[in-house]
């Protein structure tokens, strides 16, 4: 069974760009959560979809967002790029949304802003 | 505010010995803890969890125990092999409102010397 698939894995942008970053989750499983780290700052949480609805968001700029499609594919874009921004950016899924669902994460997209 | 606080910012232990990881959590309403572990440049990975109705988890080498009471849980490895050596993350789920919000600690670096 095929885990969760991040791409790109590593991009350079410049300051003012906009970048979108894709994830596809584990054939099966319709939640999806973004999660942002940076050295220091453990895994922030930006937001989670379920049947392509925003359910959960995190303290994070509008510049942030995010969306899922009809399949549980999720991307999720950083307009206005800063250098702050630069980060591993993590996509988790999971079964449904429950208390106690296990998350399991993709290996991530490495975003460095310049 | 951080909801799931890891204070021991890093660990060093004898390979053979128990490694102890701490966390501690301040919302009351959280009822499900995970613990992931996480390579450098790869995702994290779920290591163990365990529900609130429970006070101790085994799985292998690995157990978890929770005291709700003092709002506290531990990762117990025994024995620690240098394969462990990672960054460890507590995480945290569950409440009235954010039932898929995982919330997580800012981790322990945990190294097992050989």
């Known amino acids: 069974k095929a885990g969760v698939t991040q791409t790109p894995r590593y991009l350079i942008k410049t300051r003012g760009q906009q970048v979108t970053l894709s994830c596809s989750p584990i054939s099966g499983h319709r939640s999806v959560s973004w999660y942002q780290q940076t050295p220091g700052q453990g895994l922030q949480f930006l937001f989670e979809?379920?049947?392509?609805?925003?359910?959960n968001k995190g303290n994070f700029p509008g510049r942030f967002s995010g969306r899922q499609f009809s399949n549980s594919r999720s991307e999720m874009n950083v307009s206005t790029l800063e250098l702050g921004d630069s980060a591993l950016y993590l996509c988790a899924s999971s079964l449904k949304r429950a208390p106690g669902n296990t998350i399991y994460f993709g290996e991530g997209s490495w975003l460095t802003v310049v | 505010d951080q909801q799931v606080k890891q204070n021991s910012p890093s660990l060093s232990v004898q390979e053979g010995r128990i490694s102890i990881l701490n966390c501690d959590y301040t919302n009351s309403m959280f009822d499900y803890f995970l613990w992931y572990k996480k390579y450098p440049a790869e995702g994290p990975t779920f290591l163990i969890s365990i529900s609130s109705i429970k006070d101790k988890n085994e799985d292998g080498r690995f157990t978890v125990f929770l005291n709700k009471s003092a709002k506290h849980l531990s990762l117990h490895i025994v024995p620690s092999q240098p394969g462990d050596s990672a960054v460890y993350f507590c995480?945290?789920?569950?409440?009235?409102?954010?039932?898929?919000?995982?919330?997580f600690g800012p981790g322990t670096s945990l190294s097992v010397i050989p």
């Open positions: 979809y379920f049947s392509e609805t925003q359910r």
């Open positions: 995480a945290a789920s569950g409440g009235s409102t954010s039932y898929d919000k995982v919330i």
